[in-house]
């Protein structure tokens, strides 16, 4: 079991598809300028924190076009509940967002 603690930004980083509030997601982009600065930051050593907005989702509840704008540091304080396997994000009304990877099959015949 591993000791190191999770977070919700490494898994949105490696996820194809978001459930965000019982809704599917696959449209979403990452602020790769903010990313960068914060592991610019890390590896330095130093402090990092910023109220930019670090990922933009959109979805389709209907006819209605939903849409979060997560700020950086409204990510890295998500907490995950393990019981609803899901990251929990800001106050109530709370935001429940889990991160998907699509699966695929080959047609090779290896």
Do not use: H
Not at 33 to 43: F, G, I, S, T
Not at 89 to 94: E, H, V
Request: proline share 3%.
């Amino acid at each position: 079991m591993s000791t190191q603690p999770r977070y919700l930004l490494d898994e949105l980083e490696s996820a194809d598809m978001l459930e965000v509030d019982g809704l599917y997601a696959w449209q979403f982009t990452l602020n790769d300028d903010l990313l960068d600065r914060a592991e610019a930051a890390a590896v330095a050593g130093e402090p990092f924190a910023s109220e930019e907005v670090v990922v933009r989702i959109e979805s389709i509840d209907g006819r209605e076009r939903r849409q979060w704008s997560l700020s950086y540091n409204s990510v890295m304080e998500a907490l995950y509940s393990a019981d609803e396997k899901c990251w929990r994000l800001g106050s109530a009304p709370q935001t429940r967002l889990r991160c998907l990877g699509a699966v695929s099959a080959s047609a090779d015949d290896d």
